[in-house]
């Protein structure tokens, strides 16, 4: 076991996880508390905002989805970390709020592009706003709270930003300095209600978790090690790589996809879902999207009760609803640190007075909840790479991708999988529509595609790999990390999810489509695990 961290009842404890996913992409005078507007925004921009009619609001996305895109939102330049980095101090904001935007950099000064990412024909986002010039400075180092190692770049606030006339969605922030050099800054505009729309619920903790700005993460800390790793981590300091290499791996492309369909959709977080179940109230279906892994106990009683009323979910990764963590206020505001002590879960002050709501993962005592009870898969191991090979080929899923039971596509399953453990919490019935052959640190298992249903009619998918957002974009050059998937590999993913989200965009899928086969015992009875 490496560095103490947690393994699944499903391989006896002999696969590890790993000190963090993937690498990440290839500090004077301050414009303090400058307001800025719609300077250089473009024309229009309706915002639908939850408090509309249903009607207007459809209208409104309509509307959205026809504009002309702005192909030039990629960033050219990162340049070395202290040319130009920042951070917002809200992760997601309603249409029309404000939100302040830290910035340090060596240039002199900088603009702001926001860009809404979304299909566009092709382009895949548009400018909404741009700010003015900005003057730049280098804002001071971070500091380090020692009882937990928790790093914290407190800078002052560069600017303020308004999101009038921003449609609700996901964004990408562009700081361009005049060094030349850029970085992204994520935000979310969030949805005041998601009636009757799929909700995608980007997973800014687990963002936070793997950040390794300043030095340490949940995973790392001096020297890269586990045991001096943070024990929280705070958004009050700017992402590394790039500045949204999370997003842009394991989100970005679902959310062009879903947009180029045209179906209702809303955005929010899993803070946001964490804080106010409501926002899952009458939505059809939540997407939990490519590498999701730290959850509140609340985030997930909140889905647990969306799809108990009838909202689809699916988890189009693997690793989902993983760790069990608990969010504090910081001097910015509430919900902006993330608790997770994991293997340390007993030094936690918290539990003196709270003996039943440790930050560890899950499946582990006290408050023992394995994540199959919701996923209907339980994650296994890392890493790996291997075939993804198709069991029920007729299922719904599989619906004019033309593949045939024992058909296979390489590189699929990884670098993180799951799989039905029979032995475990699971919800029944269940289908295993995937099950592919693997080996692990030299163990021989499975991963699993598995899909059921509820008696609200809502249907549960979970895709068992961590590729499959990342397969979306294999066969294109919007993705340098394929991991040597091809375009077969990426057109079955596309048409899946495709079927998928339709699916699901409809209403409770246990009404319109076939029941899951219970083959659970059939495909273990057979196969070693």
Same mark, same amino acid.
């Given at each position: 076991?490496?560095?103490?961290?947690?393994?699944?009842?499903?391989?006896?404890?002999?696969?590890?996880?790993?000190?963090?996913?993937?690498?990440?992409?290839?500090?004077?005078?301050?414009?303090?508390? #400058? =307001?800025?507007?719609?300077?250089?925004?473009?024309?229009?921009?309706?915002?639908?905002?939850?408090?509309?009619?249903?009607? =207007?609001?459809?209208?409104?996305?309509?509307?959205?989805?026809?504009?002309?895109?702005?192909?030039?939102?990629?960033?050219?330049?990162?340049?070395?970390?202290?040319? $130009?980095?920042?951070?917002?101090?809200?992760?997601?904001?309603?249409?029309?709020?404000?939100?302040?935007?830290?910035?340090?950099?060596?240039?002199?000064?900088?603009?702001?592009?926001?860009?809404?990412?979304?299909?566009?024909?092709?382009?895949?986002?548009?400018?909404?706003?741009?700010?003015?010039?900005?003057?730049?400075?280098?804002?001071?180092?971070?500091?380090?709270?020692?009882?937990?190692?928790?790093?914290?770049?407190?800078?002052?606030?560069?600017?303020?930003?308004?999101?009038?006339?921003?449609?609700?969605?996901?964004?990408?922030?562009?700081?361009?300095?005049?060094?030349?050099?850029?970085?992204?800054?994520?935000?979310? $505009?969030?949805?005041?209600?998601?009636?009757?729309?799929?909700?995608?619920?980007?997973?800014?903790?687990?963002?936070?978790?793997?950040?390794?700005?300043?030095?340490?993460?949940?995973?790392?800390?001096? !020297?890269?090690?586990?045991?001096?790793?943070?024990?929280?981590?705070?958004?009050?300091?700017?992402?590394?790589? !790039?500045?949204?290499?999370?997003? #842009?791996?394991?989100?970005?492309?679902?959310?062009?996809?879903?947009?180029?369909?045209?179906?209702?959709?809303?955005?929010?977080?899993?803070?946001?879902?964490?804080?106010?179940?409501?926002?899952?109230?009458?939505?059809?279906?939540?997407?939990?999207?490519?590498?999701?892994?730290?959850?509140?106990?609340?985030?997930?009683?909140?889905?647990?009760?969306?799809?108990?009323?009838?909202? !689809? $979910?699916?988890?189009?990764?693997?690793?989902?609803?993983?760790?069990?963590?608990?969010?504090?206020?910081?001097?910015?505001?509430?919900?902006?640190?993330?608790?997770?002590?994991?293997?340390?879960?007993?030094?936690?002050?918290?539990?003196?007075?709270?003996?039943?709501?440790?930050?560890?993962?899950?499946?582990?005592?006290?408050?023992?909840?394995?994540?199959?009870?919701?996923?209907?898969?339980?994650?296994?191991?890392?890493?790996?790479?291997?075939?993804? &090979?198709?069991?029920?080929?007729?299922?719904?899923?599989?619906?004019?991708?033309?593949?045939?039971?024992?058909?296979?596509?390489?590189?699929? &399953?990884?670098?993180?999988?799951?799989?039905?453990?029979?032995? #475990?919490?699971?919800?029944?019935?269940?289908?295993?529509?995937?099950?592919?052959?693997? $080996?692990?640190?030299?163990?021989?298992?499975?991963?699993?595609?598995?899909?059921?249903?509820?008696?609200?009619?809502?249907?549960?998918?979970?895709?068992?790999?961590?590729?499959?957002?990342?397969?979306?974009?294999?066969?294109?050059?919007?993705?340098?990390?394929?991991?040597?998937?091809?375009?077969?590999?990426?057109?079955?993913?596309?048409?899946?999810?495709?079927?998928?989200?339709?699916?699901?965009?409809?209403?409770?899928?246990?009404?319109?489509?076939?029941?899951?086969?219970?083959?659970?015992?059939?495909?273990?009875?057979?196969?070693?695990?």
């Amino acid at each position: 076991m490496k560095h103490g961290e947690a393994q699944s009842p499903g391989l006896s404890g002999r696969l590890d996880r790993r000190h963090f996913l993937a690498a990440a992409a290839a500090g004077g005078a301050m414009a303090g508390g #400058m =307001a800025v507007g719609g300077c250089h925004s473009s024309a229009g921009g309706e915002s639908g905002t939850g408090s509309a009619p249903p009607g =207007a609001t459809r209208t409104a996305e309509n509307a959205e989805r026809t504009r002309a895109g702005n192909a030039d939102w990629r960033i050219g330049s990162v340049g070395p970390p202290e040319a $130009v980095e920042g951070y917002t101090d809200k992760v997601s904001v309603l249409p029309g709020e404000e939100f302040g935007l830290h910035v340090s950099t060596t240039a002199p000064a900088f603009r702001v592009s926001a860009y809404r990412v979304g299909w566009y024909d092709g382009a895949q986002a548009r400018l909404v706003w741009r700010s003015h010039r900005v003057a730049g400075a280098v804002q001071a180092r971070p500091r380090i709270l020692p009882a937990t190692r928790t790093v914290r770049a407190d800078w002052r606030r560069s600017l303020r930003v308004r999101a009038d006339g921003w449609p609700e969605g996901a964004y990408l922030l562009r700081l361009d300095a005049d060094n030349g050099h850029q970085r992204y800054v994520p935000l979310i $505009v969030r949805s005041a209600s998601a009636a009757g729309r799929t909700v995608l619920m980007h997973a800014v903790a687990t963002w936070q978790a793997y950040n390794v700005w300043g030095g340490y993460s949940l995973y790392q800390g001096e !020297n890269g090690a586990y045991g001096t790793r943070s024990l929280a981590v705070d958004f009050d300091r700017p992402y590394d790589g !790039n500045g949204a290499e999370k997003f #842009m791996v394991y989100e970005r492309v679902v959310v062009v996809l879903a947009e180029r369909l045209g179906i209702p959709l809303a955005y929010t977080t899993g803070t946001d879902v964490h804080r106010d179940p409501g926002i899952l109230q009458g939505a059809a279906a939540a997407l939990s999207l490519g590498h999701d892994e730290y959850w509140t106990p609340q985030q997930r009683a909140h889905v647990t009760r969306a799809r108990d009323a009838g909202t !689809n $979910v699916a988890f189009l990764g693997a690793n989902a609803c993983f760790r069990r963590i608990r969010l504090e206020p910081d001097a910015t505001g509430a919900d902006r640190t993330v608790v997770c002590y994991k293997t340390d879960y007993r030094d936690d002050p918290y539990l003196a007075d709270h003996a039943d709501m440790p930050t560890n993962d899950f499946r582990q005592p006290p408050g023992a909840s394995p994540e199959s009870s919701l996923t209907g898969v339980l994650y296994e191991g890392y890493p790996v790479d291997a075939p993804y &090979v198709v069991h029920g080929s007729d299922h719904w899923i599989f619906e004019r991708t033309g593949v045939k039971r024992g058909d296979s596509f390489d590189h699929l &399953v990884g670098v993180e999988y799951d799989r039905v453990v029979p032995e #475990m919490p699971t919800p029944a019935p269940l289908e295993v529509i995937a099950h592919s052959p693997l $080996v692990c640190k030299g163990t021989h298992s499975h991963a699993d595609s598995a899909y059921y249903t509820v008696p609200s009619g809502a249907g549960v998918f979970a895709s068992g790999t961590m590729r499959w957002v990342e397969a979306l974009m294999a066969g294109t050059r919007e993705n340098g990390r394929n991991h040597g998937m091809d375009a077969r590999t990426g057109a079955f993913v596309t048409r899946a999810t495709e079927n998928l989200l339709h699916a699901f965009a409809a209403g409770p899928c246990g009404r319109s489509r076939p029941k899951p086969r219970d083959n659970v015992r059939d495909v273990y009875a057979s196969a070693p695990h």
